[in-house]
């Protein structure tokens, strides 16, 4: 794990693309990437798994049905 590649929040959502806001309920609700939490309210995020996140995310579309 290399903590030099820590993300804070704002810097997790603009990586994924959402808002701090869904980051938040994704914890509250156990879904979404791993986080780090660094005591009190402060939570971070590893670099590496945001990309393990968006990667377990990516689907190959079905097979268009043959007529």
Known sequence: MN???????QEAAEY???SVPTL???RRLGV?????????SR???LQEHLAEYV???????????QS
């Open 3 to 9: 903590m030099s590649l820590k993300l804070s929040q």
């Open 32 to 40: 979404g990437p791993k986080f780090l939490k660094l005591g009190g």
């Open 43 to 45: 939570v971070a995020y």
């Open 24 to 26: 938040e309920r994704w």
């Open 55 to 65: 990667e377990s995310r990516v689907r190959t579309p079905a097979l268009e049905k």
């Open 16 to 18: 994924l693309g959402f």
